[in-house]
């Protein structure tokens, strides 16, 4: 009888927690890293689960895309909790850490453009990053190759014969696109209490640019009911 590996090694936490930002000296830098990392493992989640609602899609089958649609809002509220975990800092303790990443920024999360691409939301202004590694670029461009969830939804919506099935997952996707809507402005709420009016880093223009993405939909058909 085989024996399955106990709890740390099921997670490889020694190889987690040795790549994790806790070990740092200053305990506000540790929340401020932590938090980030935390929050690119969830981005990938999100990336597995879009992938598989295309998939699902594709295949015509509307119960599996809305249960891999599913856990997607709930993922984007626990990130947005995540700058509520981030607003205990002390504007002194944000301006510190503000100083020592210097140019390195949110903006550059490869992983974040990467679903909006996935979703269908193809801004290739962002190909541009300052801080993007070739292999960011890379995985974008091929992104860019790829069928689009949004592309996929649609397709499907203009098939299916099913249209209670069509509107089951119009609101799956809605959901986590509403919840998105969310987390970015929350996002850019969070900015505007440390920075003001004050730019960002990489380029980025702060609070204002923040403000105008909650605005964006990534999956925009999603929000226009059935006829």
């Known amino acids: ?20 930002r806790v070990h740092d000296d200053d305990v506000d830098h540790v929340l401020f890293m932590a938090t980030h990392q935390s929050c690119e493992i969830l981005f990938a989640v999100v990336t597995r689960h879009l992938e598989e609602v295309r998939a699902a899609l594709d295949a015509g089958d509307a119960d599996l895309a809305v249960r891999r649609a599913a856990p997607l809002p709930r993922i984007m509220s626990v990130l947005t909790g995540h700058f509520d975990v981030l607003a205990t800092l002390t504007p002194a303790a944000f301006q510190d850490i503000r ?9 550059q999360s490869a992983q974040w453009r ?5 979703c269908g939301l193809r801004d290739t202004r962002y ?13 974008l461009l091929a992104r860019l190759e790829e069928r689009s969830v949004a592309a996929a939804y649609r397709e499907f919506a203009d098939t299916c014969a099913d249209r209670a099935a069509v509107e089951r997952v119009r609101l799956a996707l809605l959901e986590f696109d509403e919840v998105t809507a969310v987390w970015r402005a929350r996002h850019g709420a969070l900015a505007e209490r440390y920075l003001g009016t004050a730019a960002g880093t990489a380029g980025s223009e702060g609070a204002a640019y923040l403000w ?8 925009p ?4 009911p059935l006829s």
Do not use: C, H, K, N
């Open 114 to 118: 990467e679903i909006e691409f996935l």
């Open 1 to 20: 009888m085989t024996t399955a590996p106990p709890y740390g090694q099921v997670l490889r936490l020694d190889e987690l927690l040795s790549a994790a």
């Open 127 to 139: 190909l541009t990053t300052a801080g993007f590694t070739e292999q960011d670029r890379s995985r």
């Open 212 to 219: 105008r993405a909650a605005l964006r939909r990534a999956l």
């Open 99 to 107: 100083t020592a990443l210097g140019d390195a920024s949110g903006f």
């Open 221 to 224: 058909e999603v929000w226009t």
